[in-house]
């Protein structure tokens, strides 16, 4: 079992839609999670950070944790073209100092 | 404000060379230090991390080490590259425990 796992896609969704991408993590001790975008031949940046179980809310993006579940996702509002890019989530783990990232989701917004 | 370096952005090597690959911060101290691989169209596979001076821990193993000889300096070694050590090299930097990490612009290594 992969430490951090999320569906590569791609997810295909017209401009001004939602998309929703999501990640599931085995480490059950796991204390912080985040949301980082790449775009092609880019090195990754960190989009949101969320700690604690529920929503967390930035601009057009929300990330819901769910600790129970081992489940972490990512919803874009009005999506946009530019948001077009891979999307990995990155889970530390218990100790706090390993940050493992998942295979990341590719995503296509079309105009 | 905390920068990260990265050198250099591109290298082609061939089979059988040596390796080595630099990486520094500044603005800040003691920060966790990463070196992850990203194989084309893949995620990002931790190799190597730090929590402090010649401290590291490796997550793969392989031909390759981690060294770090000063607090804001991580670097990354082998001494025989091989076909699949080629991909897209990433350091990165966080503050502390559990916090989120911070990359530089990455080396892309192209073994022939």
């Known amino acids: 079992q992969k430490e951090v796992e999320q569906n590569s896609g791609p997810l295909s969704v017209p401009e001004g839609a939602i998309a929703s991408l999501n990640c599931t993590y085995s480490d059950r001790g796991s204390q912080s999670f985040f949301w980082y975008r790449q775009y092609s031949g880019k090195s990754p940046e960190l989009i949101m950070f969320i700690y604690s179980n529920g929503d967390k809310e930035d601009g057009r993006f929300t990330a819901q944790l769910n600790k129970a579940s081992q489940y972490v996702s990512l919803l874009i509002r009005d999506s946009q073209p530019s948001d077009s890019a891979t999307y990995l989530c990155?889970?530390?783990?218990?100790?706090?100092?390993?940050?493992?990232f998942g295979g990341g989701t590719r995503v296509l917004v079309k105009p | 404000s905390q920068t990260i370096h990265q050198w250099p952005a591109t290298l082609v090597q061939p089979v059988g060379s040596p390796l080595s690959l630099e990486c520094t911060v500044e603005g800040t101290s003691n920060p966790n230090l990463y070196w992850y691989r990203q194989a084309a169209g893949r995620g990002l596979q931790l190799l190597f991390y730090?929590?402090?001076?010649?401290?590291i821990s490796s997550e793969v193993p392989q031909n390759l080490s981690a060294s770090r000889p000063q607090d804001r300096q991580f670097i990354l070694s082998s001494k025989k590259l091989l076909l699949s050590d080629s991909g897209f090299y990433l350091c990165?930097?966080?503050?502390?425990?559990?916090?989120?990490?911070?990359f530089g612009q990455g080396t892309r290594l192209t073994v022939v």
């Open positions: 990165a930097w966080s503050p502390g425990q559990g916090s989120e990490a911070f």
């Open positions: 990155a889970v530390n783990g218990a100790a706090g100092n390993k940050l493992t």
């Open positions: 730090s929590v402090g001076i010649g401290q």
